[in-house]
């Protein structure tokens, strides 16, 4: 959770963690996985081509709720 939350600056926080995924990379099981944060609008930073990004994106919105 720490690694997470240094991506944004100090006195923000993840605010929402969103999922892309097109109908082949759904039946591949991969997808683009954005980040915003807090302290601005839209997309800050977003991962490509993650694997499993579903549960990618549980695991790390539980680490940083139980960072919390």
Known sequence: AQAV?????SDSEIKTIGV???ILARLLNIGNL????????????????????????NAINSRVTSSK
């Not at 915003?36 to 930073?45: L, T």
């Open 5 to 9: 939350k240094k991506i944004f600056r």
């Open 20 to 22: 892309k995924q097109g």
């Open 34 to 57: 954005e980040f915003a944060s807090s302290g601005s609008d839209g997309v800050d930073i977003t991962f490509t081509n993650i694997v499993n990004p579903g549960a990618t994106k």
